[in-house]
């Protein structure tokens, strides 16, 4: 009788570290499961903010749909401050731009050729609509391009609503068959350009 007694109370101890040992695992795994909730809920609140965010983006660009441009002879004269013509005959392109119909938002929709000016000669007025703006091709000896010069105040927008985008390449041929392109992009405002900013885009051609 007294060896059983003795050896409960031997076991006995033994038995409450297993519980002790048992409920700390338990007490872990409840504490595991707590974290993995609290990091699963901060990254589903990331995502949703990064997302309204991205949403919010795209909505301010776009915001612009039309902005009044420099016409053809304001463009000349200020090209003709910083850049030597390389030809007489300067020719003349003429892009859709920020039209809602042909694209959503502020961005090119086509361009096609519209002739030549002879350079340094008083430009005839060009009636254009809203819709269109004439741009002379400035030709260089390695580069080709062209100025959007803005004509109005745009200090109220986020440049990132400036981001005058072309969704695919725009291509037309000349009168001697040479392509004229430009390419898909966004293209960042430059706030230097011109008395309100404006944007230099190059032309590829051959």
């Given at each position: 009788m007294k060896n059983r007694i003795l050896k409960y109370v031997i076991l006995k101890p033994h038995k409450h570290k297993f519980k002790l040992k048992k409920n700390q695992e338990i007490k872990n795994k409840k504490n595991m499961r707590k974290s993995i909730l609290i990091i699963t809920s901060i990254t589903f609140i990331f995502l949703f903010i990064s997302c309204s965010k991205t949403e919010n983006n795209s909505l301010k660009q776009n915001k612009i749909t039309s902005l009044k441009t420099y016409s053809l002879s304001e463009n000349?004269?200020?090209?003709?401050?910083?850049?030597?013509?390389?030809?007489?005959?300067?020719?003349?392109?003429k892009v859709r731009i920020g039209v809602e119909r042909c694209h959503p938002g502020w961005g090119i929709c086509s361009i096609e050729i519209f002739g030549t000016v002879i350079w340094n000669r008083v430009m005839p007025t060009v009636s254009t609509s809203d819709e269109t703006v004439l741009l002379p091709i400035v030709e260089e000896e390695n580069s080709s391009f062209v100025y959007i010069l803005l004509n109005e105040d745009v200090s109220q927008y986020d440049p990132s609503e400036l981001i005058l985008v072309v969704d695919s390449d725009k291509i037309v041929y000349d009168s001697e068959n040479k392509m004229i392109k430009i390419l898909k992009g966004n293209y960042i405002y430059d706030s230097e350009l011109g008395e309100f900013g404006g944007y230099k885009i190059n032309i590829y051609n051959n």
């Amino acid at each position: 009788m007294k060896n059983r007694i003795l050896k409960y109370v031997i076991l006995k101890p033994h038995k409450h570290k297993f519980k002790l040992k048992k409920n700390q695992e338990i007490k872990n795994k409840k504490n595991m499961r707590k974290s993995i909730l609290i990091i699963t809920s901060i990254t589903f609140i990331f995502l949703f903010i990064s997302c309204s965010k991205t949403e919010n983006n795209s909505l301010k660009q776009n915001k612009i749909t039309s902005l009044k441009t420099y016409s053809l002879s304001e463009n000349l004269k200020y090209i003709s401050k910083y850049h030597n013509m390389a030809k007489e005959n300067v020719p003349i392109l003429k892009v859709r731009i920020g039209v809602e119909r042909c694209h959503p938002g502020w961005g090119i929709c086509s361009i096609e050729i519209f002739g030549t000016v002879i350079w340094n000669r008083v430009m005839p007025t060009v009636s254009t609509s809203d819709e269109t703006v004439l741009l002379p091709i400035v030709e260089e000896e390695n580069s080709s391009f062209v100025y959007i010069l803005l004509n109005e105040d745009v200090s109220q927008y986020d440049p990132s609503e400036l981001i005058l985008v072309v969704d695919s390449d725009k291509i037309v041929y000349d009168s001697e068959n040479k392509m004229i392109k430009i390419l898909k992009g966004n293209y960042i405002y430059d706030s230097e350009l011109g008395e309100f900013g404006g944007y230099k885009i190059n032309i590829y051609n051959n």
